[in-house]
């Protein structure tokens, strides 16, 4: 296509729709709108998957199919709230319920057992984040996501047990043991497991 004055200010002009407006697009099936929409969310949408999954392998298969939910559940977005806020829940939906799959296929690895390391920094570095997102993996499966429910997505603990179908207590106590277990991991280290 030869470039022409008219197509460099058409392109030069556009500016991406809002999140909330690309919901009509979405709404009517628009491939084009929907494909905007997974492009322009999917960096920040891993990101959540990549705190819940093992590996960046299995976060992108749940967005992929979190982002299909989104599309074929379209017309059951209320517009009470954010359209950003219901694609992140069916996000963090997707997540918890693959690690239930994996769960129902796998028993749970005892702490004893692991052997990879939890945190690459001294006791003089900085604890960067993606070492405790490893060392988060090492947590039991129960810990982990109370603790990433309540942490890292900010919910309630009544939040949490209605989610996860525990009580409110359950959910408190849970945290705290993974903080406790979690800060002693963190303290231990490579050098000394």
Same mark, same amino acid.
């Given at each position: ?10 392109? =030069? ?14 709404? =009517? ?8 929409? *997974? ?10 998957? /990549?705190?819940?999954?093992? #590996?960046?392998? =299995?976060?992108?298969?749940?967005? /992929? ?5 989104? *599309? ?9 709230? @954010?359209? $950003? ?7 963090? #939906?997707?997540?918890l319920m693959a690690l239930e799959k994996e769960a129902h296929w ?7 057992? !692991?052997?990879?390391?939890?945190? &690459?920094?001294g006791p003089e570095d900085p604890l960067h984040w993606e070492d ?14 109370? *603790?990433?429910? *309540?942490?890292?997505?900010? $919910?309630?603990?009544?939040? !949490? ?7 409110? #207590?359950? @959910? ?8 406790? &277990? ?10 000394? #497991?």
């Open positions: 296509m030869k470039t022409t004055l008219a197509n460099r200010q058409s392109t =030069a002009s556009y500016s991406p729709l809002p999140i909330d407006q690309l919901f009509l697009g979405c709404l =009517a099936q628009n491939p084009r709108t929907q494909r905007e929409l *997974f492009d322009r969310l999917y960096p920040k949408m891993l990101g959540i998957c /990549l705190r819940y999954m093992k #590996n960046s392998a =299995a976060a992108e298969d749940v967005l /992929l199919v979190a982002f299909r939910k989104v *599309f074929d559940r379209i017309g059951q977005f209320r517009q009470t709230g @954010s359209f $950003l806020g219901w694609i992140r829940r069916i996000v963090v #939906n997707e997540c796998k028993n749970q690895t005892d702490l004893d057992k !692991i052997n990879s390391p939890a945190n &690459q920094a405790l997102l490893k060392t988060m993996q090492l947590l039991p499966m129960g810990y982990r996501r109370v *603790f990433e429910l *309540f942490v890292l997505e900010g $919910l309630s603990h009544e939040e !949490i047990g209605k989610r996860l179908c525990i009580s409110e #207590n359950t @959910s408190k106590s849970q945290l705290s043991r993974a903080r406790v &277990q979690l800060q002693r991991l963190l303290q231990l280290g490579p050098r000394q #497991n």
